[in-house]
């Protein structure tokens, strides 16, 4: 393995160098690289013979493509089980967006620099939410290429500081919002749904997933333990920390529900909110009986299913003199049904009171030297 210099002179009598680096690789076979300083030269030496030692080196001749890489990381994820719909998602994120700008680019040849300019190009184009969730999709394709095939130095940075916090308001109903479509709930499945979301934080999945037997309307309680997707299969909570108990309100949930139980028709699925022939509604069915409700309350803000699911967590956090729960941050992540409490802090962390830090320090210093 050595670095050497390369001189020549061009049809035109013109003088030009390079320096090489010429090395076999582990398996016996013989490269040569070309670089135009000789700093780079001697890195990329430096870094090959390294690599060569521990078996990880692979030659950009035998590099597969960033194309390649994502249908063998896809592959892999349906072979393991992963969602469908997580799937196809990966598939949408490769199609439109990794393929198209770095397709044909070798893993070997994949630069910071590279990864950077792809990064720029995606919050140019895309929304920002959009381009980091297909960021996370490159990261994750490379990290299951594994070392050898991707640049030490290759790093994605997410840009986080775009990350704007849920506001209310704006990303999450008022309480006085959310009063105003109670008032106008008369249509009993409607009500059902409204206080269903807002007072229990389920997710659209788990509403359609949702069936009478995980209702104990004696003991006021409900029981996550399926949901439906959105190919309308039921199958298991998305996590382990999905499979929850959350408790009910007695004097306006529980009425409500009895009331929709009623008039539910009623199939062998046994769900709450059943489609014409008794499996799963879609998710935009929910939303529309929602929007439905915002309108007649004269709410301009078209709120998702979702903020209904941020509004139970403000409503956990909140404290007691303004109406909300005052619970602790791993309280909530439990009725949240979140796996971690990282997840729950990261979302509504700046929810959550601040106490004064400047009274906390003072206090504590004395304590201390008293």
Not at 313 to 318: D, G, V, Y
Request: glycine share 6%.
């Amino acid at each position: 393995m050595s670095v050497r210099k390369r001189t020549w002179k061009t049809s035109k009598g013109e003088t030009k160098e390079a320096f090489i680096v010429d090395y076999v690789d582990q398996q016996g076979d013989r490269h040569i690289e070309t670089f135009e300083r000789k700093k780079d030269a001697d890195a990329y030496h430096d870094k090959v013979r390294q690599d060569v030692r521990l078996g990880t080196h692979v030659a950009p001749s035998k590099s597969i493509t960033v194309a390649e890489a994502c249908e063998t990381w896809i592959k892999r994820a349906e072979a393991d089980g992963l969602e469908r719909s997580t799937v196809d998602q990966y598939r949408q994120h490769e199609r439109l967006h990794i393929t198209p700008r770095l397709g044909k680019v070798k893993l070997a040849n994949l630069s910071s620099e590279v990864v950077k300019t792809f990064r720029d190009e995606l919050l140019e184009n895309l929304s920002r939410p959009l381009a980091r969730k297909v960021l996370v999709s490159l990261k994750m394709m490379l990290r299951h290429a594994g070392r050898g095939q991707v640049a030490d130095n290759v790093t994605i940075k997410h840009d986080g500081r775009h990350k704007r916090k849920l506001e209310v308001g704006k990303d999450i109903p008022t309480p006085s919002e959310i009063k105003r479509m109670i008032v106008v709930a008369t249509d009993k499945r409607a009500r059902a749904l409204l206080l269903l979301a807002a007072f229990t934080g389920l997710r659209s999945s788990e509403l359609r997933g949702l069936r009478w037997a995980d209702i104990d309307l004696k003991d006021s309680e409900l029981h996550v333990r399926q949901r439906a997707d959105k190919y309308y299969a039921i199958g298991s909570p998305k996590s382990e920390g999905s499979r929850r108990k959350v408790p009910l309100d007695s004097g306006v949930l529980i009425p409500a529900l009895k009331e929709w139980k009623m008039a539910c028709p009623r199939f062998e699925s046994d769900l709450v909110f059943p489609g014409t022939e008794g499996g799963p509604v879609h998710h935009k069915f929910l939303l529309r009986l929602l929007r439905s409700l915002m309108a007649v309350a004269g709410i301009r803000n078209k709120y998702g299913l979702h903020s209904f699911r941020h509004f139970f967590a403000s409503w956990c956090i909140n404290p007691r003199s303004e109406g909300g729960r005052e619970l602790p941050p791993k309280a909530a992540q439990v009725l949240l049904g979140h796996s971690s409490i990282t997840m729950t802090l990261d979302v509504y962390g700046h929810l959550f009171p601040a106490g004064n830090d400047r009274d906390e320090l003072a206090a504590s210093v004395k304590s201390l030297l008293a």
